[in-house]
């Protein structure tokens, strides 16, 4: 077995057990950051998925987030349907849903015109939540969100986290995996290649979007789950430039990267947090380095270690 | 008719890069257009197989008007093309390289549920071994050898199955014996799958030992047809070719 297969299979065994014995071996403070991790990174696998596979940057991630969050969060206070695995089918359904229509509108752009539509989307609904007071709570959002049954309790709450994630990690490595996903690949590479074997590119880049809001807004359900809540920052730019970072950080051209990228996002802010209040301004400096030291990201420079620094990366 | 041209023209500004071209393939031949550089065969190229619009003019292809149709459409027609500028997945492997493209073709590219590397093995390392290319599968497509580049070129199009395979410059900055050494894999390749091949060349050459049939372009007309000793003897060609640039 190659060294490099040998440390992910040993690390990821390493990994799964501590997920398994966190609730029993660490702070009830510690558990909620690590279902925070959890969280973030269903939306940056999400995001990398459109980022990663198919080469779109999508600045307007936390607009599918906020969508299921709210209707997750509108769901439960508003209606008498409190069942989770109904519920946590309905509102990333919602997400992608408006995936399919901002898609409709942006599948055929490039680079920054794409980027650039999707953060005008996503402060377009920045300010219909904050407007819609009556539905949405307006400014102060909505809370006191409560699942009925075992959804109540910090620890079931986090092997729910995880095993959702764990699920929806696996299900978007299939399909990155797949005939569907290499075509994506293939768009990202060259488009215009693409179209000559027959690939039909602006339907490829749709769905990929669609799927994509799908799955973020599986992480944005899991979020009201967590902090019992929804808030219009969700669907602020810059909860969507976390998620961006958090793939830069963790590298584009790794499955789990944002795994990676989220987990020290999260803990840096909870550590300097604690000694500072200039974390945008730590967070800022660590992005430079990361883009102009490791362009390929945590993953990558771990990958460079192991290539003996042939510097080869791949998705 | 299996493919034909009628009356295609192009305008870029004030300049006429195909002006009212007409030409016709039979099936089976291996046809060549050839002309100096800058006669308008890439654009005739990217006309054909729907890169661009042309202005008038009609494109037949077994029967059925492929006028103005996009680049993908014509290419599940069955009309595939290689690039003369280098065009492929460059942080792909080769294999990775063939394998979209036979994905693409088998209409596979919608499954999100199979791995795609367990699917269509065996068509995939034959079209690499046919294009001499099994030793360079695992490489990235980008790191290959321009001549193992252009190889990829024509695999990538073989991938698609196609009926008329269009060359652009298959053999452009390729030394000598690489040269004969694709034309050889052309032949091949054609009587194996015996499709159509439309070639073009501005090396005349190169062309002079596979062609069946030789369509001459110039500033964008076709000014010259015929087989290889017809062309060979023909006075406007030598004229265009011996006379110097224009």
Request: glycine share 10%.
């Amino acid at each position: 077995m190659p060294a490099k297969s040998k440390f992910v299979w040993i690390f990821g065994c390493l990994i799964a057990f501590f997920l398994i014995i966190v609730p029993f071996v660490l702070s009830r403070f510690w558990v909620g950051t690590i279902t925070e991790i959890l969280i973030l990174t269903l939306a940056g696998i999400s995001l990398n998925f459109l980022l990663g596979y198919a080469g779109c940057l999508s600045f307007g991630h936390g607009a599918f987030f906020a969508t299921a969050a709210y209707t997750t969060a509108i769901l439960i206070t508003r209606t008498g349907l409190n069942q989770y695995f109904v519920i946590l089918l309905v509102a990333p359904l919602m997400a992608a849903f408006l995936g399919a229509i901002i898609g409709i509108l942006i599948s055929r752009l490039y680079a920054f015109y794409y980027a650039i539509m999707t953060v005008a989307f996503t402060m377009i609904l920045w300010s219909i939540i904050r407007r819609l007071r009556d539905l949405t709570g307006g400014d102060s959002g909505i809370l006191g969100v409560h699942f009925a049954g075992f959804l109540q309790e910090m620890n079931n709450i986090y092997f729910f986290t995880l095993a959702v994630v764990v699920l929806c990690a696996i299900i978007l490595w299939i399909i990155g995996n797949s005939p569907f996903g290499w075509a994506l690949r293939a768009i990202r590479e060259n488009p215009v290649r693409s179209s000559f074997v027959s690939i039909n590119v602006v339907w490829h880049r749709y769905l990929a979007l669609v799927v994509s809001s799908f799955f973020c807004g599986m992480a944005g359900s899991l979020h009201v789950v967590y902090t019992f809540g929804a808030f219009p920052e969700l669907a602020f730019w810059t909860k969507s430039a976390d998620i961006v970072t958090i793939c830069i950080l963790g590298g584009i051209n790794s499955f789990l990267g944002p795994a990676i990228g989220s987990a020290v996002l999260i803990l840096l802010e909870t550590f300097i947090t604690s000694v500072t209040l200039y974390w945008p301004l730590i967070l800022g400096i660590i992005i430079c380095a990361v883009v102009l030291l490791m362009p390929q990201g945590i993953t990558g420079l771990i990958r460079n270690v192991f290539n003996k620094g042939r510097g080869e990366f791949r998705a | 008719m299996f493919f034909e041209v009628q009356n295609l023209e192009k305008s870029f500004g004030g300049v006429k890069a195909t002006d009212n071209v007409s030409l016709h393939i039979n099936e089976g031949d291996i046809c060549s257009l050839i002309g100096p550089n800058g006669a308008g065969k890439s654009t005739f190229f990217n006309l054909i197989t729907g890169y661009i619009r042309p202005d008038s003019g009609k494109v037949i292809f077994l029967g059925e008007d492929i006028t103005g149709k996009t680049a993908m459409a014509i290419a599940r027609k069955g009309i595939a093309r290689s690039f003369q500028i280098v065009n492929i997945f460059p942080q792909l492997t080769a294999y990775e390289n063939v394998m979209v493209a036979v994905l693409s073709q088998k209409k596979r590219s919608f499954n999100v549920i199979h791995p795609a590397k367990k699917i269509d093995k065996d068509e995939i390392y034959g079209l690499l071994q046919s294009t001499g290319l099994e030793q360079q599968a695992q490489m990235l497509g980008g790191q290959l050898s321009h001549g193992n580049q252009k190889r990829l070129e024509v695999a990538i199009a073989l991938a698609l199955k196609p009926k008329l395979l269009a060359l652009d410059e298959p053999t452009a900055g390729m030394a000598e014996e690489e040269k004969s050494a694709i034309l050889e894999t052309i032949k091949t390749l054609m009587k194996m799958t015996g499709c159509t091949i439309l070639l073009c060349e501005h090396d005349m050459s190169v062309i002079f030992s596979i062609s069946d049939q030789i369509w001459v372009l110039h500033n964008g007309r076709i000014v010259a047809n015929g087989n290889v000793e017809e062309i060979k003897n023909n006075e406007v060609v030598q004229r265009i070719y011996l006379g110097g640039r224009e």
